[in-house]
């Protein structure tokens, strides 16, 4: 059974940031790309991030490129995005997922909130 | 970037109806379409892949047509567990978009 337990979200001030992490199970992780993707509090999923399956290739949106950093530990069959210089609009539930051209498994998600 | 564009944006309909929801991509995506289902406080769920496959899983009510730039997700017979928010879905190498979702809702 596929397993994906996102951790490390919470509560931060806007400027600051939050490393989270995805711990995966149940499938050949170093196999498959993983992605990072988003929905905020009463909107739709937004892609935030994807790596190649070796963690060679990294994609972000353009709304968090150059803030984010997605990374993966094939070792450890992680893979986490650390977030900096957060801003209101981050707030969201993060879900970590592989990917195949679509995402047919998703974390429980984790839930970011940058406020003052 | 392909921006996907769902409509409508809401659909009311009663159990035992059709339900026809639409997926336009701003430029081709082939067959690289999916269609999630989403219940208030769950992960989205996988209903359609590469526009009209469907995971094991998914009942044989739904289904999924289109190619190019136009989809479509249809429900034959809606059940009660049916009324949810839907999302399609594409991927234009490397990046993935999401549209913005069809809420259907009970009439």
């Known amino acids: 059974e596929v397993q994906l337990l996102e951790s490390g979200g919470g509560l931060v001030q806007p400027g600051g940031s939050l490393r989270l992490s995805c711990a995966a199970s149940?499938?050949?992780?170093?196999?498959?790309?993983m992605s990072w993707v988003r929905q905020g509090p009463g909107k739709g999923l937004e892609w935030v991030s994807g790596i190649s399956s070796s963690g060679g290739t990294t994609y972000y949106t353009d709304s968090v490129k150059g803030r984010f950093t997605i990374s993966r530990d094939n070792s450890k069959n992680t893979v986490s995005l650390l977030m900096n210089s957060l801003r209101a609009e981050d707030t969201a539930l993060y879900y970590c997922?592989?990917?195949?051209?679509?995402?047919?498994?998703w974390g429980q998600g984790i839930l970011v909130s940058v406020s003052s | 970037e392909i921006v996907l564009t769902q409509s409508p944006a809401t659909l009311s309909l009663s159990p035992g109806e059709r339900a026809t929801l639409s997926c336009r991509a701003s430029q081709s995506v082939g067959r690289y379409l999916a269609w999630y289902q989403q219940k208030p406080g769950q992960r989205p769920r996988l209903l359609i892949y590469?526009?009209?496959d469907r995971p094991s899983g998914t009942p044989a009510r739904f289904s999924g047509s289109g190619s190019g730039t136009d989809f479509t997700l249809t429900i034959s017979s809606l059940e009660p567990e049916d009324f949810a928010v839907y999302y399609c879905?594409?991927?234009?190498?490397?990046?993935?978009?999401f549209g913005q979702g069809t809420k259907l809702e009970i009439k």
């Open positions: 879905q594409q991927r234009s190498d490397p990046m993935y978009t």
């Open positions: 590469d526009a009209s």
């Open positions: 997922a592989p990917e195949t051209y679509f995402f047919d498994h």
């Open positions: 149940g499938f050949t992780f170093t196999k498959f790309a």
